[in-house]
DNA sequence: ATAATCCCTCTAGCAGCTATAGCTTCAAGA
DNA sequence: TCTTGAAGCTATAGCTGCTAGAGGGATTAT
C-alpha cells in the first residue's frame, strides 16, 4: 500500500495526473486512509504503468480504456487490439510525412543571409505561400 | 472590400477561427458595414495569408506575433525571425525523431498473430514497458 | 416584400493535462 | 506527546487552437 506520491515517483506520472486519470475511468478510485487519502496496491501500479506507456504510444485516452478493458480478459480475441495498433501506426506514419515536408520547407527558408527583414528569405516565405516548393 | 465569408472562402480559413485570431490581436478589427459586419480589404487578405501559412508551418500564435511584427518593418534587422524558424526547425526534427521511434515500436508489436489477449504482444507490450526495444 | 443566406455576440466544449487556493492529514524528531 | 513541515485533499480555473451552438440581426436576390 502506497501513497499516491509514490505512485507517482514509481510511475512517473504526476499527482493531477493520476488523480484526473481517476476521474477519466481510467483506473479505479482505490482505498483510502482513515485520513481520506488514497492508497495503491501493486495492481493499481501495474495498471497506471500500463496506461503511461500506452500514452507515450499516442492512444488516446478512449482507445487506452478499450485496451485495458481487453487486457482483463485474456481469453478474449485481440484483433480489436490489433485494429487500434494499425490505426495509430498509420497516423503516426502521416504525421512523419507531414512534418518531414515541413522539415523541408522550414529548412530552405531557414538557408537566409539577409540582414534585413526586407530581403529575408523567411518572411517573405511566409507571405507568399507560392513560394513553398511542397503543400502544406 | 468583403465580408468575412469572402475572406474565408479566398484564405481557407475558417469563419470563426477568423474571428478567434481577432480576438487574440493577430489580426486588427476590421472597418464595419452600417449593419456592423466585418469588411475586410486587401490588407486584410494578405495578413490573413501569412497568419495562416505560419500556421501551416506550425508555428505558435504567440510567434506568428513577432513574425508579424516584423514584417510590417522592412528595416529591421531579422535575425529574431531566423532564430524562430530555426527553433521550430528543431522542434520539428525532435518530433520526427520521436515519432520515428514511436512507428518502430507500433510496427513491432503490430507483427503479431495471436488470437486471444492472453498471447497478444501489443498488450503484452503495453503491460511490460521492458520488453520495447526503443525508450519513449 | 419576402425568403434564403449570411453575419453578429456570447458561451461552452474538445484533449490532456497543469496550476492555484484553502484546507486536512501524515510521519518523524524533540 | 507535541509539533512542524511535507504531502495530500477537493474544487475550480487555465492552457492551445480552435469548433459548435443558441438566439438574434443584416444582406441580397427574386
Chains 1, 2 share one sequence.
Do not use: W
Not at 488516446?60 to 490505426?87: F, T, V, W
Not at 506514419?93 to 523567411?122: F, G, P, Q, Y
Request: a positive charge; charged letters at 30%.
Amino acid at each position: 500500500m502506497f501513497s499516491i506520491g509514490e505512485l507517482s515517483k514509481r510511475t512517473g506520472v504526476k499527482i493531477p495526473t493520476i488523480r484526473y486519470y481517476e476521474q477519466m475511468g481510467l483506473i479505479d478510485a482505490p482505498e483510502r486512509s482513515g485520513g481520506n487519502q488514497r492508497r495503491y496496491s501493486q495492481d493499481g501500479l501495474k495498471r497506471l504503468s500500463f496506461i503511461r506507456h500506452s500514452r507515450a504510444l499516442g492512444f488516446s485516452i478512449e482507445d487506452i480504456k478499450g485496451l485495458l478493458e481487453l487486457s482483463q480478459h485474456p481469453e478474449k480475441p485481440c484483433h480489436d487490439a490489433h485494429n487500434l495498433a494499425a490505426r495509430r501506426l498509420e497516423d503516426v506514419r502521416a504525421r512523419i510525412a507531414k512534418l518531414r515536408r515541413l522539415e523541408r520547407e522550414l529548412k530552405r527558408i531557414s538557408d537566409c543571409d539577409a540582414n534585413t527583414v526586407a530581403h529575408c528569405a523567411v518572411i517573405e516565405t511566409l507571405a507568399d505561400h507560392s513560394l513553398c516548393e511542397t503543400d502544406h
